[in-house]
Every structure is written in structure tokens, then in C-alpha cells.
């Protein structure tokens, strides 16, 4: 068989190939391609980079296979693949040991009687037969799933059963879903398979992807079946949405409202009474942004209006990020354009002297201004949040990166009531010609019905989304992403601080900027994982702190580990935190006991480890919550903060919390007497 087991030395290859036929696309369907509609995010979360491929645009670049893991297709019926195609599969696939993904459809590849032989000569490598068969009248067809909680995970697919597939020839192949023709009993089909080779998962078995909003559900559990498909199990994942063994909680708010008068406060710009009530009255990092139209009419404005005034008070606070919404908050970005003329159709604000209208100028523009004329003592704009339709082309986002800018937003989802899936949830970017733009972690107010008229406090059932995404398998941050129109109505105010009250004040969640977790997104991506006799080394992880290794007893050697601040388990993961963006990880099932950090809602620095204790130093703008473990249990320990000493006692798992108040920085060292 072909197998990505680490072949060549010890590095684990993190990368997918996956194509897909754009001829099976709406017009401009690109951007949304089904593999990142409803693939991506699952092998995101498995901790692999996927690199789509439209076929139509010839072969994919030579320079993707040396790191990938697999080539996977998602090919719809339709005219006849291109040529390169099948000599692509059959010469790259076992030349670089490649596995191989075949989901919903073999589509092109077996349009025509060629294909068809092909596909029986290349199925035959994975031990399958080809079935030239489909029965589509469910009463005729028998179907065995392996289990309901792995093939009917969100809805039953057997009311949509059909008789097609190939058939397994080898007992060694994992065989999840088996029909047979009540007619032909004994012509099997396994429409989905694993195996060494990868795996095939036809429609519809998979995902339904329904008709009406809100009916996509998964047949198919995505994430159990990839990680058999593509042997990750025990393989850490790189997880950007974890730091020090906890959630991250990210809110970002977006500039639209800035200058709207709020009923909740009499004449006062919404702008001041979220400033007073929400940033003020809660103190939490939080990811601000403002729209250059709704603060002035003049690019060139030669002194700072009321409405700078207050933009600078907002992002100079200690705790705010200063981030940018753009010049004139484009709708559309792929409106057509000429320069000097704005897409005045697809703007909410029409214009301002001194700025002609270009997607790479709402980036370059806003990011100076704020830079220039809002920002002091060395602080400057940290990121760009998309606005609109959140779909700029390759050459807006990479123009953040030449102002020393992330870029966040788009993607946005909801998995509650009414889209009970976790199909919905969206991958860690959407990628254009290179360019990489990270996606938000939830839906924000305004795709909630009633928000703006009759029911204000609708933006409360993204709790359930939160929720969601954070149970059982963490898939994002607790993310509250909102608009300055959020402080508009008191009804607006208090569910926004309901939200507040519970994931910052009683969910273990850690407090961020958007930057921390969008840059940990991009290390997440870069990293180089490694296998090594007694564990893993990773390498190149950038800001990204956490591994998450699913199912895995063994616990971290701290002693013999390089580069590790301690672990910490969730549900049936071991979260390991990483010092920078290097380690050396050892698992063993009983390590001698260690100081380590378990867990911490704020970022901790200058942290010390040795066999008598934990040294770290502690600022946060939140009261602080640091677990730290490894200790005897049921021990008397000194704890030192600052020149300040007492004795504490640990628990029965020899754990130790400490509760501060907010401030800092705080020396902190625990140690056995």
C-alpha cells in the first residue's frame, strides 16, 4: 500500500493537496469552494494546512509535494478531467507516498468508458473493486453503518441511501458504510472506506448539505473518519485557539456606529458609551477598529475633530488594540472600479478628500491615518478587520503585511437551534493567490434577525455558538465580535454584557487580542512537527504556544522535555504549552513529578522550571488565575509573591491555584520548603 506514515526521516507531513473541479461551479464560486466550505475546518482542526487546487487551472505546483500528506479530490460529475489528471495521481501519488482522499463523487475522473478502466486499475492498489453500478431507490437498497455515531452524526443518511461504490477486497480496509441491492446480495458496495492508503467517502454518505438555510447537517463524522483516513491519530495538532491550558476569549469590535447617537445614554454617541460601560467597565484586552469616513471628511484634515478626539481616547487605552475597518468600509470588495471612482453602490460612506477609492488603499489609507493622526507614545494599528462581504482580493491583504498588520474576519458562522451543525463552522483562513486572511471565530450581531428593529437582544443566542465550538472539541475562541452599534439601545448593552459576565467571568477562558490568536493561526500553519523516540519536536511554530494531542494517557515528561511550560487535559486531550516556538516534547505514562504551569488566564512570562519549584512573572488586566502543578499532593508549599511569602498547601493532585488581583507585573515563585 501507499502510506504517509513519515517516510522520509522523522518529519510529519502537515499538508493536503486537494482538488477540485471549478467547471462544477457556480460563476465566482472560487472563493467558497466546497472543500473549504465544509472540509477544511475538520482538517484544520487535525492540524493540517490544506492547498486547494481548481483542476482547470492545470497541475497543481510541483513545490506541494515534498510536504503533503495526501491528494484528495472533490470532483463532481462533468466534462472529462483534464489531461495531466490521471497521470498526476497515478505518478505523484506513490512517487511521494502520498494518501489519497476521494469524497462525495468520482466525478471526471470517470466520465467516459477510459476513466472508468482507469478507475477500476487505480482502485485495485487500495485492494477495491470497481462497482460500475448505482441503484437509487432506497426501499432496494441495504445499508450496515459501522455505528450511528460515526456515519449518522447529525441526521440519518439511510433515508437518502443509494447502491454505489467500490467494494473492498481486503479485510485489512476499515469499511464504515456497506450497501448491497436487496436484488444482488452479494455484489457489496463500501461507498465509505479507510485503509493505509487514505480513504473514499461518497455522497451521500457525508454531509447534506440541504436547500433551505440552516439544513446543512454531517452523515459523516469528519473528524473521526479523516484522522483514520489520513493516520493522525496520536499526532499533535498544532491549536491556535489554546494558550496556557485555556480558551482563548477574543472580542474585536468593528467601527460601524462609531458616530450613531445611542438611546441608552441621551445625545451621546454610541462611540463614548461603549467606551464608558463595555472597554471601561471591563477592562479585558479587546481588538477595537475604526472607519476613517465616520471620523472625518477630510483625509488631510489639518487638526483632530470631536470624533478623533474621542477614536484616540478609545485606542490608546492600555488594554485596547488599535485596529483598522477601513477608508469608506467597502460592501463588496470585488466591485468593479476605476481609480479616482469609488463603487459608490457598494459604500456607506461616498467619499472624503484626499483619497481615491482602491481595495489596497482602504488598507493603506486607513492603516496611516490611524497611525499618524490617532495613535501615541509608539502605539500603532495591530491589525485590519475586514468589512462587508469580507472577501478582498490578494492584493489588500497582502498590503497589510507591509505595515507590520494582521488580518482577521470573514467566515463567519453560527451553530445553534437553527444551523445545528458543525459543518458550519469555518476553517482557520481563507487563502487567495497566497495571501492568507484569517477567519473570525463566530457570527457577529448584525446575522441575527430582529437585531436592528424589534428584538435588540437577539446577538444573545451566539452564546450557543460559543458553546458549542468549545465543547468537546475546541474549535475556535470564545469569540464576541460586535460593532460600536452594539452600545446604541440598552437592550444591546446588557446582552452584550451578559456575554461578557460569562465567557471573561465564569468560563476558564483566557482574555486576548485578535493579534494573539490570528498570529497564532500562521504558526499553527508553518509549524514543523517531528517524530522522535520518546515524543515529538516541533519547530517553527511562531506565536502559536499550544499542542493538542486527542485520546493521548501519556502525560508530559517536564524533566526531559525542552521548551515546555507544562500541559493541561481537556475532555480527552493533552494540551502541552510551549515556551516559544521550538520543543523537544517526551511522553511517558508515569513521569516523575515536576513543576509546570497547568493552567493560566493571562499570558505568563520569564517562566523558570526546575525540580523545587515554578518562577514566572504575571500582568494581566483582569483579576489573575494561575494553576500551577507537579507538586507533592496534599504538600506545604512557600509561595513568594514579590517580597511577599506564606505558606500554601497544595491538593490532592498535588496542584496549586493562585488567585490575584489584576496588575502587575508580579515576580511569583512556588517552592517546596
Not at 417 to 431: L, M, N, Q, T
Not at 529 to 557: F, K, N, P, Y
Not at 619 to 640: H, K, Q, W
Request: contains cysteine.
Amino acid at each position: 500500500h501507499a502510506s504517509a506514515d513519515e517516510p522520509r526521516g522523522d518529519l510529519v507531513r502537515r499538508e493536503v493537496i486537494a482538488l477540485y473541479d471549478g467547471a462544477a461551479l457556480p460563476e465566482g464560486g472560487s472563493d467558497r469552494d466546497p472543500i473549504w466550505d465544509v472540509w477544511q475546518m475538520p482538517l484544520n482542526h487535525l492540524g493540517l494546512r490544506v492547498r486547494s487546487h481548481d483542476i482547470r487551472r492545470g497541475v497543481p505546483p510541483a513545490e506541494w509535494l515534498p510536504r503533503a500528506r495526501a491528494g484528495l479530490t472533490w470532483l463532481q460529475p462533468g466534462p472529462a478531467c483534464p489531461d495531466w489528471l490521471w497521470p498526476w495521481l497515478e505518478e505523484q501519488v506513490p512517487a511521494h507516498q502520498l494518501r489519497v482522499l476521494h469524497l462525495e463523487s468520482f466525478g471526471c475522473l470517470v466520465a467516459d468508458e477510459a476513466g472508468r478502466a482507469r478507475m477500476g486499475r487505480w482502485l485495485e492498489r487500495f485492494d477495491l473493486a470497481w462497482r460500475d453500478v448505482f441503484v437509487g431507490h432506497r426501499l432496494r437498497v441495504e445499508t450496515t453503518l459501522r455505528s450511528k455515531a460515526l456515519c449518522a452524526l447529525e441526521a440519518d443518511p439511510r433515508r437518502h441511501a443509494v447502491h454505489q461504490g467500490p467494494a473492498s477486497t481486503d479485510p485489512a480496509n476499515d469499511v464504515w458504510v456497506q450497501t448491497r441491492d436487496r436484488t444482488v446480495p452479494n455484489e457489496a458496495c463500501a461507498p465509505v472506506v479507510t485503509g493505509a492508503w487514505g480513504g473514499v467517502a461518497l455522497a451521500p454518505w457525508t454531509v447534506h448539505m440541504g436547500s433551505q438555510p440552516g439544513s446543512r447537517r454531517w452523515h459523516l463524522d469528519p473528524f473521526a473518519f479523516l484522522s483514520a483516513a489520513l493516520g493522525m491519530r496520536g499526532i499533535p495538532a498544532p491549536h491556535p485557539s489554546v494558550l496556557n491550558g485555556r480558551r482563548m476569549f477574543v472580542m474585536h469590535v468593528d467601527g460601524d456606529g462609531f458616530e450613531s447617537i445611542s438611546t441608552a445614554r441621551l445625545s451621546t454617541p454610541a462611540a463614548r458609551v461603549f467606551l464608558d460601560e463595555i472597554l471601561d467597565g471591563y477592562c479585558i484586552p479587546a481588538t477595537v477598529s475604526v472607519i476613517i469616513g465616520s471620523l472625518t471628511k477630510d483625509l488631510n484634515i489639518a487638526e483632530p475633530n470631536d470624533a478623533m478626539k474621542l477614536a484616540a481616547e478609545i485606542l490608546n487605552r492600555p488594554y485596547v488594540e488599535a485596529g483598522s475597518h477601513g477608508v469608506l468600509h467597502p460592501y463588496k470588495w470585488g466591485a468593479r472600479w476605476a481609480p479616482g471612482r469609488a463603487p459608490l453602490a457598494t459604500l456607506p460612506y461616498k467619499g472624503i478628500e484626499g483619497y481615491d477609492y482602491s481595495p489596497v488603499g482602504e488598507v493603506r489609507d486607513s492603516i496611516r491615518f490611524i497611525n499618524e493622526r490617532l495613535l501615541e507614545g509608539g502605539k500603532r494599528c495591530r491589525i485590519m478587520l475586514w468589512t462587508g462581504d469580507c472577501l478582498p482580493p490578494a492584493e489588500a491583504i497582502r498590503e497589510c503585511a507591509k505595515h507590520d498588520c494582521l488580518n482577521m474576519n470573514g467566515g463567519t458562522f453560527r451553530w445553534d437551534v437553527a444551523h445545528d451543525s458543525v459543518g458550519y463552522v469555518s476553517p482557520w483562513v481563507r487563502e487567495v493567490d497566497g495571501a492568507v486572511q484569517v477567519c473570525a471565530g463566530a457570527a457577529n450581531e448584525n446575522e441575527f434577525p430582529g437585531y436592528f428593529t424589534t428584538n435588540p437582544s437577539s446577538f444573545g443566542h451566539i452564546d450557543a455558538t460559543i458553546e458549542r465550538t468549545g465543547r468537546g472539541r475546541i474549535l475556535k475562541p470564545a469569540n464576541v465580535y460586535v460593532h460600536f452599534y452594539s452600545a446604541e439601545t440598552r437592550p444591546r448593552l446588557v446582552t452584550l454584557k451578559r456575554l461578557l459576565d460569562r465567557w471573561v467571568r465564569s468560563e476558564p477562558t483566557i482574555p486576548v487580542h485578535a493579534t494573539v490568536y490570528a498570529s497564532a493561526v500562521l504558526g499553527a500553519r508553518a509549524a514543523e512537527l517531528h517524530r522522535t523516540a520518546e515524543g515529538w519536536s516541533v519547530r517553527a511554530m511562531g506565536d502559536c504556544r499550544t499542542l493538542r494531542i486527542d485520546g493521548e494517557q501519556r502525560d508530559v515528561d517536564i524533566a526531559g522535555s525542552r521548551g515546555v511550560l507544562g500541559s493541561h487535559r481537556i475532555d480527552d486531550a493533552l494540551y502541552i504549552h510551549l515556551a516559544g516556538e521550538s520543543a523537544e516534547i517526551v511522553l511517558a505514562a508515569e513521569p516523575a513529578a515536576r513543576p509546570h504551569l497547568v493552567e493560566a488566564n493571562h499570558p505568563v512570562t520569564d517562566v523558570a522550571l526546575d525540580k523545587g519549584g515554578a518562577v514566572l512573572s504575571s500582568t494581566a488586566y483582569v483579576p489573575r488565575v494561575i494553576v500551577l502543578g507537579g507538586y507533592a499532593p496534599n504538600a506545604e508549599v512557600r509561595a513568594a509573591l514579590d517580597e511577599r511569602s506564606e505558606v500554601r498547601k497544595t491538593d490532592e493532585q498535588g496542584r496549586l491555584r493562585l488567585e490575584l488581583p489584576a496588575g502587575g507585573p508580579t515576580r511569583i515563585e512556588v517552592r517546596t520548603p
